[in-house]
Nanobody, 124 residues
């Protein structure tokens, strides 16, 4: 079992920056790719970024490439999402996800474990 808890979401003006954190419990974190997804009101959940278990590979949605950065600290069982140059269309609930033992592309993992989400609102 892996439990995930996101934090760091808040209201931020356009052009601002934010760092989200996802803290994981359980020993399986270090063997798991991690993904960040988001869901805007009235829209389906969409992929944002993902990182392999050893940080060897990172992948991003085209809409956030060059603005967002995903990283992880396996010693702290935490994955981060650094978000810069935020836009109103980045607004949504952000979720992290895990799939322990998966070794394929982290973008296409069918994630098994999900956090409860953290709200990010980009507005002036």
């Amino acid at each position: 079992q892996v439990q995930l808890v996101e934090s760091g979401g808040r209201l931020v003006p356009p052009g601002g920056s934010l760092r989200l954190s996802c803290a994981a419990s359980g020993r399986r974190f270090s063997s798991s790719p991690m993904g960040w997804f988001r869901q805007a009101p009235g829209k389906e959940r969409e992929f944002v970024a993902a990182i392999s278990w050893n940080s060897g590979a990172t992948e991003y949605a085209n809409s956030v490439k060059g603005r967002f950065s995903i990283s992880r600290d396996n010693g702290k069982n935490t994955v981060y999402l650094e978000m810069n140059s935020l836009k109103p269309e980045d607004t949504g609930v952000y979720y992290c996800a895990a799939k322990p033992g998966y070794v394929g592309s982290p973008r296409y993992a069918r994630y098994d474990y999900w956090g409860q989400g953290t709200q990010v609102t980009v507005s002036s």
